[in-house]
């Protein structure tokens, strides 16, 4: 990763042949990703922005992302920090996605302030993608749509929540917003139950299309021996047990007061995996409820080491609480790695179909602790119940939850997409050419 100044920032096009049904040149489709932040930075938006772009350029597409640069110069996370200031780098993925991480001066009520961001985009439009992919919420990325972007370029929009509790920058983006939705061909959701119950998605159901997240499976399926390893060395370290997970940023909606409650009244320990602006509000909390001994608290781990964390635990608890969690992809990780999910059944939200009750794992009523207990506990005292949700879990991972599925159906809708702009385009194109031979053949009288 090198720091670098605004003239080298391009969108570099490389000379492959895109497997795209129904190209029409034999370069490489362009797709352009806006997102907010991009791993190392935490997060489902994050990590399914990733998956997704590398897939697509495993598939052949040109893949590029925009996003914000959440590491200061010292290359700490600076996401939650107000004035935390970054730099703009440069940096080239795996498969080749070309990521260009915008540094920002500071942030105030989830807005980044990024200097460079004008001249960045200026640039991508003198030289555009064929798409350009946006992943709301995000407020600095729908402001740049808005204001700074090519209308010239089709855009996409994945829908990944609402915005739920932020009334007054939900009521302050309401102009712009409309502007970007109305302007978008196609709308993504990963759930149709989420879209059902989407006041804010009521206006476009007409563009709405329906593509569930997805991630690479494989290192969940078959993990390594070192993963194997690191899971029995934390069977041992949290013996004897049993280790509940749960992981997520420590934000409001994860609920993660109700799971700490809960676990008074569970035996093992809660190992919560994630950082966030209330981390020290649940470590008092877990200090006044007399849990904090058995409450343990890992940063931002490795995917290995995750991994392993899955495969030690008994479940994951998933006990958000409000429809800011529209999916909950590491639902998904854990079913992957055969780790039931006891989840939260959040109305109008995509959570409970990727972990279906009494299939995959358990479903209790959202800031119910004593029902979070009492599911944990069922899943103790009935070992073979546990079995079966864990071997349903990693078959409903493989049927539904594929990265190249979830690639292979993006590109689907990406076509769709083109089409649309071609035939929006021809009666115009053929207005022009009759008004040309018109005026031919009185020039030739």
Request: proline share 6%.
């Amino acid at each position: 990763m090198s720091q670098i100044s605004p003239s080298q920032i391009e969108f570099d096009v490389r000379d492959r042949t895109s497997t795209l049904a129904g190209a029409r040149s034999a370069r490489p489709l362009r797709v352009c990703h806006l997102g907010k932040f991009y791993p190392p930075a935490p997060g489902g938006i994050e990590t399914h922005v990733r998956t997704l772009a590398r897939a697509q350029a495993r598939m052949g597409l040109d893949v590029s992302v925009l996003c914000i640069n959440h590491l200061d110069r010292h290359g700490l996370d600076a996401t939650w920090a107000r004035y935390g200031a970054t730099s703009t780098v440069r940096e080239i993925d795996d498969d080749g996605v070309n990521v260009t991480r915008v540094g920002r001066s500071m942030t105030f009520a989830r807005v980044d302030f990024c200097p460079m961001l004008p001249r960045i985009v200026r640039r991508l439009n003198s030289n555009p993608p064929d798409i350009f992919h946006l992943h709301t919420p995000n407020v600095t990325m729908l402001l740049t749509v808005a204001v700074l972007t090519t209308s010239k370029v089709p855009l996409v929009i994945t829908h990944h929540s609402d915005i739920v509790r932020q009334r007054m920058r939900r009521w302050a983006l309401v102009p712009y917003e409309k502007r970007v939705y109305n302007r978008a061909t196609k709308i993504i959701v990963s759930a149709q139950q989420y879209a059902d119950g989407s006041e804010q998605l009521n206006p476009f159901v007409h563009k709405i299309e329906l593509m569930p997240m997805g991630i690479d499976l494989q290192p969940y399926l078959e993990p390594s021996e070192a993963v194997l390893a690191e899971s029995q060395k934390l069977r041992d370290e949290f013996a004897p047990g049993p280790l509940w997970l749960a992981v997520g940023r420590c934000v409001y909606y994860k609920g993660f007061f109700a799971a700490i409650e809960a676990l008074r009244n569970v035996p093992g320990t809660l190992l919560i995996v994630g950082t966030g602006p209330l981390r020290n509000e649940l470590r008092r909390l877990a200090q006044q409820l007399g849990v904090a001994d058995r409450v343990k608290w890992w940063d931002n781990v490795s995917r290995d080491k995750l991994i392993a964390a899955y495969r030690a635990s008994t479940a994951l608890w998933f006990p958000s609480n409000a429809r800011a969690e529209a999916f909950g992809l590491v639902q998904v990780e854990a079913m992957a790695s055969g780790c039931p999910v006891i989840n939260t059944d959040i109305p109008h939200s995509g959570v409970t179909w990727v972990s279906p009750h009494e299939q995959t794992g358990l479903t209790v009523p959202v800031e119910n602790p004593t029902a979070l207990a009492a599911a944990a506990l069922k899943l103790l005292e009935d070992p073979a119940l546990r079995q079966r949700l864990a071997d349903a879990a990693r078959q409903r991972a493989v049927d539904q939850f594929c990265h190249r599925a979830m690639a292979q159906r993006s590109t689907e809708i990406y076509q769709r997409v083109l089409e649309t702009r071609a035939a929006a385009q021809a009666p115009a194109e053929a207005q022009l050419q009759a008004w040309v031979r018109r005026n031919m053949r009185v020039a030739h009288v």
